[in-house]
């Protein structure tokens, strides 16, 4: 398993502070979810808490409103990102695993630069989107929404706007998982013009439009679907109109 994500620039988290606490467990994280957060603050803080060693939080990724992507820890590190107290309610996200295991110990965190009730840059989303793909690729976990949980739906107590407002959480919810709302007759036909306009992915043009096309998602071919079907049927009304 790779433990650095190739588009981003390695910013590693200082492993101890200045009185010598550790800013996070290396090597202890077996990673089976991703949990999204928004970080109230600017990537440059990020920065500077990572060179510097802060203690108390820590984390894999940040995602800057320009697009720019840190990694700090490598993807086996357990950091100090999603942790809640005994005394909290147990929340309802489908993969706790109770207070008895730290979730750290099983989850990643990725931060997004800005504060809640900011909507993402374009950027931004664009980022964040490429790199849980590529994390979803990596280790080999699904790309859904119970693998890249909220903050606010592990720390139900103290995040209600983690990451982002609830609406803005939704937005972008839906602009990653998008693809996995379509239909599997939308996907069919999806496939069939797939084929035909890269053919099966053995040429070495075909195959790297695959893969960029994978990367990026694919609404805006569905979309484009959509408009030739509403053209179709109204084509069809104008002729029975004319009969
Ligand atoms: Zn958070």
Redesign the pocket.
């Known amino acids: 398993m790779p433990d650095k994500y190739p588009a981003a620039e390695w910013v590693p988290w200082k492993r101890d502070d200045a009185e010598g606490r550790p800013t996070f467990w290396p090597g202890s994280c077996t990673p089976v979810a991703v949990v999204l ?1 928004i970080m109230a603050g600017s990537a440059g803080t990020a920065r500077q808490w990572a060179s510097r060693g802060h203690y108390g939080a820590s984390w894999h990724f940040t995602v800057g409103r320009d697009g720019h992507v840190m990694q700090h820890l490598e993807l086996d590190d357990a950091g100090y ?1 999603a942790g809640i107290p005994a005394s909290n309610p147990d929340p309802a996200w489908p993969l706790w695993r109770g207070h008895g295991q730290n979730v750290n110990w099983y989850t990643l965190g990725i931060e997004h630069e800005g504060f809640p009730g900011e909507p993402f840059t374009a950027a931004q989303a664009e980022a964040s989107r490429a790199l849980c793909r590529w994390l979803s690729e990596t280790l080999a976990i699904p790309f859904d929404r119970r693998h890249f949980p909220a ?1 606010a739906e592990i720390d139900v107590l103290n ?1 209600p706007n ?1 990451f982002n407002t609830p609406a803005l959480r939704e937005a972008h919810y839906h602009y990653l998982f998008e693809e996995e709302e379509m239909t599997p007759e939308d996907k069919a036909k999806l496939d069939a013009v797939y084929e035909a306009l890269v053919g099966r992915g053995n040429e070495p043009a075909g195959g790297e439009l695959l893969a960029r096309w994978n990367a990026n998602g694919n609404s805006l071919l569905l979309g484009y679907l959509r408009e030739q079907e509403k053209v179709a049927a109204m084509s069809s009304r104008l002729a029975h109109a004319e009969r």
């Open positions: 957060h990102q903050h995040r983690d």
